[in-house]
C-alpha cells in the first residue's frame, strides 16, 4: 500500500508529508498501537529534520486516523529503503512524571483528574482535551513521582475503566478514562461472512470462567473482613461449579461488596468467545466502527450471530483489516436492551 504520512515537530507544527510503502498500523482498547512503513533512501534523506526519531506521525488511512511518534528508525541496506517504527500517543503518558501527594478518598476518575493535573502543572501534556468519568466508590491513592501511563493504568486496573488517547480530525489529543470505551453500534454495523469476511476463527473456552464467587473485601482484619459468595445457578448446571474467590481493594461494606460481585458474575459464569477476523472494506465498513464500538458479526459457518466488542484494529498494507473481539456476555446485552 502506497500513502503518505504527516511527520511534524510536537503539536503538529512544521509538518512535511512523506510518500511511504508498506504502511500498516493497529489501535487497541487501554494498550498502545503501532505504525510502520518503509520510505525510499532518496525520499528519506531529504526529510527537512535533523532527526525524525520522537517527532509525531499522522496518517489519514482507510480505517481511520492514526497517530503517534517516531520511536524506531531501520535501515535495510540491500534494498535502500527505510523502516519507520512508530508507536501511538498512549507514550506521551510514560514521558509525563507526577508529584508527590496523597489522595484519600477520591473517585477513580478524581484521581486520574488530579495526576494530569499534577504532570501539567511541571510540564504540559500535550494533550489538548481530557474527557474523566467520576466512577465507582472513594478510593485512596499516593502519587509518588510516578510516570502518569503507570498512575492511569493501575487506577484501571483497580476499578475494571479503559482508557485511550486518540488523535481528533482537526490534529487535536484526547484522552479518555471511563468504566467502557466505545459505542454500541450493535444494530448498525453488520459484519457478514461471505460480504465482509471469508476467513477468522470464533473460539470458545472455560478458561478463567466462573460461576461461584466469593467476594472478599481487603480489610485489615482479613479474618473479620466482609465477605459474600454469588453464585449462577442455570451456569452451575450446564457447566459445573467452578468456583474462585476475589479481593477487592477499598470495598468493605457488604451492601457495596456485593452487587460488585454480582457485575463480575456476569462476565465470567459462561464460556468467554473471541473473534478474528480478516475484513475487506466493502460498502465501505471500516469507517463505520473503531477499537471499544459493538457490532453484530454474522457466521453462517459457525452457525453464529453475536454481539461483538472490537478491541483492537490491524490495517494491513494490502488493505485489509483484522480485528479481534469478545462477545458480549447475556448479562451485558441485557442491560442493554432494557430487560434487566
Same mark, same amino acid.
Given at each position: 500500500m502506497q500513502a503518505e504520512i504527516m511527520l511534524s515537530t510536537p503539536s503538529f507544527n512544521d509538518h512535511v508529508l512523506v510518500r511511504v510503502l508498506d504502511v500498516s498500523c493497529s489501535w487497541n482498547v487501554t494498550e498502545a498501537g503501532t505504525l510502520t512503513a518503509l520510505v525510499e533512501r532518496d525520499i528519506y534523506e531529504h526529510i527537512p529534520f535533523d532527526t525524525i526519531l520522537d517527532k509525531w506521525v499522522a496518517w489519514d488511512s482507510p480505517a481511520g486516523l492514526w497517530g503517534g511518534t517516531v520511536d524506531t528508525v531501520t535501515y535495510?541496506?540491500?534494498?535502500?529503503? #527505510?523502516?519507520?517504527?512508530c508507536r501511538s500517543f498512549h507514550d506521551l503518558l510514560s514521558s509525563r512524571r507526577t508529584g508527590v501527594v496523597d489522595l484519600p478518598g477520591r473517585t477513580a476518575g478524581g484521581i486520574v483528574s488530579r495526576a494530569i493535573g499534577e504532570t501539567m502543572m511541571s510540564d504540559p501534556a500535550l494533550i489538548s482535551e481530557y474527557q474523566v468519568e467520576e466512577?465507582?466508590?472513594?478510593i485512596s491513592h499516593q502519587l509518588r513521582d510516578d510516570d502518569l501511563s503507570s498512575v492511569v493504568s493501575t487506577i484501571c486496573g483497580t476499578v475494571g475503566a479503559e482508557? &485511550?488517547?486518540?488523535?481528533?480530525?482537526?490534529?487535536?489529543?484526547?484522552?479518555? @478514562? +471511563?468504566? &467502557?470505551?466505545? +459505542?454500541?453500534?450493535?444494530?448498525? #454495523?453488520?459484519?457478514?461472512?461471505?460480504?465482509? @469476511? @471469508?476467513?477468522?476463527?470464533?473460539?470458545e473456552t472455560v478458561n478463567g470462567m466462573y460461576n461461584d464467587i466469593k467476594a472478599m473485601a481487603t480489610d485489615d482484619d482479613y479474618a473479620n473482613s466482609a465477605s459474600n459468595v454469588v453464585t449462577n445457578g442455570h451456569s452451575i448446571k450446564?457447566? +459445573? &461449579?467452578r468456583q474462585t474467590v476475589r479481593k477487592y481493594e477499598g470495598l468493605v461494606k457488604e451492601s457495596v461488596l456485593t452487587p460488585q460481585a454480582r457485575a463480575d458474575m456476569e462476565k465470567t459464569a459462561y464460556p468467554a468467545v473471541s473473534f478474528q477476523m480478516n475484513l475487506h472494506n466493502v460498502e465501505e465498513i471500516f469507517e463505520r466502527f473503531e477499537e471499544g464500538d459493538t457490532v453484530t458479526v454474522v457466521s453462517e459457518t459457525a452457525d453464529s450471530q453475536r454481539? #461483538? +466488542?472490537?478491541?483492537s &484494529?490491524?490495517?494491513h498494507s494490502d488493505g485489509s483489516l483484522d480485528i479481534a473481539g469478545e462477545a458480549w456476555t447475556a448479562g451485558e446485552a441485557a442491560a442493554v436492551d432494557g430487560s434487566q
Amino acid at each position: 500500500m502506497q500513502a503518505e504520512i504527516m511527520l511534524s515537530t510536537p503539536s503538529f507544527n512544521d509538518h512535511v508529508l512523506v510518500r511511504v510503502l508498506d504502511v500498516s498500523c493497529s489501535w487497541n482498547v487501554t494498550e498502545a498501537g503501532t505504525l510502520t512503513a518503509l520510505v525510499e533512501r532518496d525520499i528519506y534523506e531529504h526529510i527537512p529534520f535533523d532527526t525524525i526519531l520522537d517527532k509525531w506521525v499522522a496518517w489519514d488511512s482507510p480505517a481511520g486516523l492514526w497517530g503517534g511518534t517516531v520511536d524506531t528508525v531501520t535501515y535495510h541496506l540491500a534494498s535502500h529503503y #527505510v523502516e519507520l517504527g512508530c508507536r501511538s500517543f498512549h507514550d506521551l503518558l510514560s514521558s509525563r512524571r507526577t508529584g508527590v501527594v496523597d489522595l484519600p478518598g477520591r473517585t477513580a476518575g478524581g484521581i486520574v483528574s488530579r495526576a494530569i493535573g499534577e504532570t501539567m502543572m511541571s510540564d504540559p501534556a500535550l494533550i489538548s482535551e481530557y474527557q474523566v468519568e467520576e466512577i465507582g466508590q472513594p478510593i485512596s491513592h499516593q502519587l509518588r513521582d510516578d510516570d502518569l501511563s503507570s498512575v492511569v493504568s493501575t487506577i484501571c486496573g483497580t476499578v475494571g475503566a479503559e482508557w &485511550r488517547v486518540s488523535l481528533q480530525k482537526d490534529y487535536s489529543l484526547l484522552f479518555e @478514562f +471511563r468504566k &467502557r470505551l466505545g +459505542r454500541n453500534k450493535s444494530g448498525d #454495523v453488520y459484519l457478514i461472512e461471505g460480504i465482509h @469476511f @471469508f476467513d477468522g476463527t470464533i473460539t470458545e473456552t472455560v478458561n478463567g470462567m466462573y460461576n461461584d464467587i466469593k467476594a472478599m473485601a481487603t480489610d485489615d482484619d482479613y479474618a473479620n473482613s466482609a465477605s459474600n459468595v454469588v453464585t449462577n445457578g442455570h451456569s452451575i448446571k450446564q457447566y +459445573r &461449579r467452578r468456583q474462585t474467590v476475589r479481593k477487592y481493594e477499598g470495598l468493605v461494606k457488604e451492601s457495596v461488596l456485593t452487587p460488585q460481585a454480582r457485575a463480575d458474575m456476569e462476565k465470567t459464569a459462561y464460556p468467554a468467545v473471541s473473534f478474528q477476523m480478516n475484513l475487506h472494506n466493502v460498502e465501505e465498513i471500516f469507517e463505520r466502527f473503531e477499537e471499544g464500538d459493538t457490532v453484530t458479526v454474522v457466521s453462517e459457518t459457525a452457525d453464529s450471530q453475536r454481539m #461483538v +466488542r472490537i478491541l483492537s &484494529r490491524t490495517i494491513h498494507s494490502d488493505g485489509s483489516l483484522d480485528i479481534a473481539g469478545e462477545a458480549w456476555t447475556a448479562g451485558e446485552a441485557a442491560a442493554v436492551d432494557g430487560s434487566q
